[in-house]
């Protein structure tokens, strides 16, 4: 096994990043980020991968960038964010061949302040949101939706909040679990203290949170293959 975590130092460079954000000063320090970040975001990659190939043969895992690994620069046109560098780094893991952020998703994240653990996907887009919609029209599908959120919340794991405070047309007020209809996105989550990347128990948390997270994204992964129907 060739990764283990990440080290003490990767912290401290994202914390530099914050307190110096700006093209000239990461150009100047690209090659800590190089050691300090992205080729152990490289070497995560392909061990968590193989982890999530054993629990799902259909996960993707490529450990590049824009494949399992982000940009460090920021796309300013579509945030608020308009600092040029990012200093929380994702990892994402997409199940079967669609677009891998409209794809149902093993993902994490981490900062300084946190490191963050979810499955699903955490916004659609507005065809997802269509085959999403679509899809718990079936009481059979919502059910097991319905069921599913309940486990995880059982075992501590985060729900997103509703997007909309109306039901979107097609659906009747006071049906069976109407709220599910107002979600724009599906994903459940955990948070970790940021330390957890440097422990050398991070694989095992990792799969641990996600081998439990599993129902949901199965039950995404399958809604979105709702689309061939559409």
Known sequence: MSFVCFSKESLNFLERIRKNNTKEWFEAHRSEYEALILQPSREAA??????????????????????SLFRIYRD???????????????????????KRMQ???????????????????????SETLVIYREYIKNREHCK?????????????????EPKYKRLPRGFE??????ELAKFASMFTYKTFSAKAIHSKELIH?????????????QWVYEMTLHNQDL
């Open 46 to 67: 392909t061990e968590i991968g193989e982890h999530l190939q054993a629990l799902e043969p259909t996960v993707n895992a490529i450990p590049k960038i824009n494949g």
């Open 76 to 98: 300013i046109r579509f945030s608020k964010d308009k600092t040029p560098i990012k200093s929380r780094i994702g990892l994402i893991f997409w199940q079967g061949s669609g």
């Open 103 to 125: 794809s149902s998703s093993f993902y994490l994240h981490f900062s300084p302040d946190e490191l963050f653990v979810a499955v699903g996907i955490r916004g659609f887009s």
């Open 144 to 160: 097991n939706l319905h069921v599913i959120l309940e486990d995880m919340k059982s075992k501590g794991f985060l729900l997103p």
């Open 173 to 178: 007020k006071n049906m069976e679990f109407e």
């Open 205 to 217: 948390t990792l799969y641990e949170t996600y081998e439990a997270m599993f129902p949901l994204q």
